[in-house]
């Protein structure tokens, strides 16, 4: 029965299309068509990774790897094979509550094997305080510009779902070209290979770690970690490893395809998603930083 006044009418519509646009809000993204993650077969902890610090701070449970931060210890693992190129993720879930200063990752590195010039691909959860959602950041370093001289090339995101109510998929795909972020299968960010100096080419290993970053992770360090809500947990599971050891030759093998274009790039499908995610979740993107030195990073 529609409303008899204009008044009514009118706020009734407002009512009608406010409902819309919180349900669009809350299906999430749209299709992206293709999931590279399905064509990919979980492994356990134990078939691609080992413990790398904080042992005592690891717990491995029917398939689930919970690792925690309290006043003593974080905890990290490392993948046992150091890779050219490939698909690389795990099934996520997040601590609730107050996370400040807490940082949970899951990302490729060679800093053991250079350090002072080392390379870096993250996906980083930024903790946070109870009335704010979590920060979901991407980065990429280059040949030492995470050591001394930090140029990071930060994207920062809200999520379309709650991190802490349910596992979630979050992956890296780094190949010779280009790498790409996923989130749910979703791609969320696309970095393209433009030169040498601005992709990272070198073999890295892959890491997964929960430790207390409080001089910057939470609003630029203005929260710190709180270890009256100790322990911090961050929960693993469904490891996808999938790509090109140091061992391989790069003509005899391919990381897995981004989408069913085969070895391709992104299909429109998957850019129209992506591009959904950055218009409505994107709260960060170092290219439109006016603070920043651009000439540090010549392919903004």
Same mark, same amino acid.
């Given at each position: 029965m529609l409303p008899s006044s204009p008044l009514s009418f009118f706020f009734f519509f407002f009512l009608l299309v406010l409902s819309f646009m919180i349900c669009a809000s809350a299906q999430g993204p749209p299709s992206p068509g293709y999931y590279p993650g399905s064509k990919i077969s979980p492994i356990s902890f134990d078939q691609g990774f080992r413990s790398l610090w904080g042992p005592q701070h690891q717990r491995l449970e029917q398939g689930t790897l919970s690792i925690w931060l309290d006043s003593n210890s974080g905890s990290g693992f490392k993948s046992l094979h150091s890779y050219q190129s490939g698909y690389f993720s795990a099934a996520i879930k997040l601590q609730p509550g107050y996370t400040a200063g807490v940082i949970t990752t899951l990302y490729l590195s060679n800093n053991q094997d250079h350090p002072g010039n080392h390379d870096e691909i993250d996906i980083e959860f930024l903790g946070t305080t109870p009335d704010k959602p979590y920060v979901l950041q991407t980065n990429v370093y280059i040949r030492g510009t995470g050591d001394g001289n930090i140029v990071g090339r930060e994207m920062?995101?809200? =999520?379309? %779902?709650? !991190?802490?109510?349910?596992?979630?998929?979050?992956?890296? =795909? /780094?190949? !010779? $070209?280009?790498?790409? %972020? %996923? +989130?749910?299968? +979703?791609?969320? @960010? @696309?970095?393209? @290979?433009?030169?040498?100096?601005?992709? !990272?080419? @070198? !073999?890295?290993? +892959?890491?997964? $770690?929960? /430790?207390?970053? $409080?001089s910057w992770a939470t609003e630029d360090g203005k929260y710190k970690a709180n270890y009256k809500y100790q322990p911090f947990i961050g929960r693993y599971k469904n490891f996808k490893l999938q790509g090109c050891t140091i061992n391989e030759s790069p003509s005899s093998c391919k990381p897995p395809s981004a989408s069913p274009l085969g070895y391709g790039s992104l299909s429109l499908q998957q850019i129209s998603a992506m591009k959904w995610v950055q218009n409505h979740y994107l709260v960060y993107y170092y290219c439109h930083d006016p603070k920043r030195d651009h000439t540090l990073t010549p392919e903004c």
């Amino acid at each position: 029965m529609l409303p008899s006044s204009p008044l009514s009418f009118f706020f009734f519509f407002f009512l009608l299309v406010l409902s819309f646009m919180i349900c669009a809000s809350a299906q999430g993204p749209p299709s992206p068509g293709y999931y590279p993650g399905s064509k990919i077969s979980p492994i356990s902890f134990d078939q691609g990774f080992r413990s790398l610090w904080g042992p005592q701070h690891q717990r491995l449970e029917q398939g689930t790897l919970s690792i925690w931060l309290d006043s003593n210890s974080g905890s990290g693992f490392k993948s046992l094979h150091s890779y050219q190129s490939g698909y690389f993720s795990a099934a996520i879930k997040l601590q609730p509550g107050y996370t400040a200063g807490v940082i949970t990752t899951l990302y490729l590195s060679n800093n053991q094997d250079h350090p002072g010039n080392h390379d870096e691909i993250d996906i980083e959860f930024l903790g946070t305080t109870p009335d704010k959602p979590y920060v979901l950041q991407t980065n990429v370093y280059i040949r030492g510009t995470g050591d001394g001289n930090i140029v990071g090339r930060e994207m920062r995101f809200h =999520l379309w %779902f709650d !991190p802490t109510q349910d596992f979630h998929i979050y992956a890296i =795909l /780094w190949k !010779p $070209s280009e790498t790409i %972020f %996923f +989130v749910d299968d +979703v791609p969320i @960010r @696309r970095y393209p @290979r433009k030169g040498d100096a601005t992709y !990272p080419n @070198r !073999p890295m290993y +892959v890491y997964g $770690s929960i /430790w207390d970053a $409080s001089s910057w992770a939470t609003e630029d360090g203005k929260y710190k970690a709180n270890y009256k809500y100790q322990p911090f947990i961050g929960r693993y599971k469904n490891f996808k490893l999938q790509g090109c050891t140091i061992n391989e030759s790069p003509s005899s093998c391919k990381p897995p395809s981004a989408s069913p274009l085969g070895y391709g790039s992104l299909s429109l499908q998957q850019i129209s998603a992506m591009k959904w995610v950055q218009n409505h979740y994107l709260v960060y993107y170092y290219c439109h930083d006016p603070k920043r030195d651009h000439t540090l990073t010549p392919e903004c």
